[in-house]
Nanobody, 122 residues
Framework: QVQLVESGGGLVQAGGSLRLSCAAS????????MAWFRQAPGKERNFVSRTNWIGGTTYYADSVKGRSTISRDTAKNTVYLQLNSLKREDTAVYYCAASKSLTDGSKEYHCWGQGTQVTVSS
């Protein structure tokens, strides 16, 4: 059974940092792209960042480029998203997802976690 479990969200002041974690199980990890998406209240779910499991190729949305780092620990089957210099507009539920394709499109991701809330206060 595929399972993705996010953690690490919380309330942080603008300018602060958070590290989100996504623990994965039930996947053949070497064949999956792992990604983070986020969804703010009343808005669509948007791509944030992705990495392929082997090789660590990474890609970021313009909205977080330069302020975030995606990484993975293959021994722990865990993907991380480090968020720095947080802004109020980063407030959202952050979701971890897995796909067989190297893609930014949410429709190509068929495995999703339950999400973790990130709230940035001014």
């Amino acid at each position: 059974q595929v399972q993705l479990v996010e953690s690490g969200g919380g309330l942080v002041q603008a300018g602060g940092s958070l590290r989100l974690s996504c623990a994965a199980s039930g996947l053949t990890f070497s064949t999956y792209t792992m990604a983070w998406f986020r969804q703010a209240p009343g808005k669509e779910r948007n791509f944030v960042s992705r990495t392929n499991w082997i090789g660590g190729t990474t890609y970021y949305a313009d909205s977080v480029k330069g302020r975030s780092t995606i990484s993975r620990d293959t021994a722990k089957n865990t993907v991380y998203l480090q968020l720095n210099s947080l802004k109020r507009e980063d407030t959202a539920v952050y979701y971890c997802a897995a796909s067989k394709s190297l893609t930014d499109g949410s429709k190509e991701y068929h495995c999703w976690g339950q999400g973790t809330q990130v709230t940035v206060s001014s």
